[in-house]
């Protein structure tokens, strides 16, 4: 069984940057197709990013491109967010997600992986 722990996250002003990290315990990192959700109440879970299980080329949602950086820490099982130049529209309760099978490669669909870590708050005060 896949576990995911998330932390980071928490209150930063317009423009600050903050970081998400996502240990995984049950399989290597390595193994699992991974990716970056978040949600607002009242709306459904929105993509945010994805890595594959060798971390190579991370795929981003328009909204997010150029800001946010995926990245593998394989000696650590952890998965990354680094967010940089928040906006206020980027507030939300971020969920880290892996996936064991090839439809979750790369994938923005919340169907698309297995398992799911707690929640992290992210606010963006302007």
């Known amino acids: 069984q896949v576990q995911l722990v998330q932390s980071g996250g928490g209150l930063v002003q317009t423009g600050g940057s903050l970081r998400l990290a996502c240990t995984t315990s049950?399989?290597?990192?390595?193994?699992?197709?991974m990716g970056w959700f978040r949600q607002t109440p009242g709306k459904t879970r929105e993509f945010v990013g994805a890595?594959?299980?060798?971390?190579?080329?991370?795929f981003y949602a328009d909204s997010v491109k150029g800001r946010f950086t995926i990245s593998k820490n394989f000696a650590e099982d952890t998965l990354n967010l680094e967010m940089n130049n928040l906006e206020a529209e980027d507030t939300a309760v971020y969920y880290c997600?892996?996936?064991?099978?090839?439809?979750?490669?790369?994938?923005?669909?919340?169907?698309?992986?297995?398992?799911w870590g707690q929640g992290t708050q992210v606010t963006v005060s302007s």
């Open positions: 890595a594959s299980a060798t971390g190579t080329t991370p």
């Open positions: 049950g399989r290597p990192i390595s193994t699992l197709n």
């Open positions: 997600s892996a996936g064991s099978t090839t439809r979750s490669y790369l994938s923005p669909n919340v169907r698309a992986y297995e398992w």
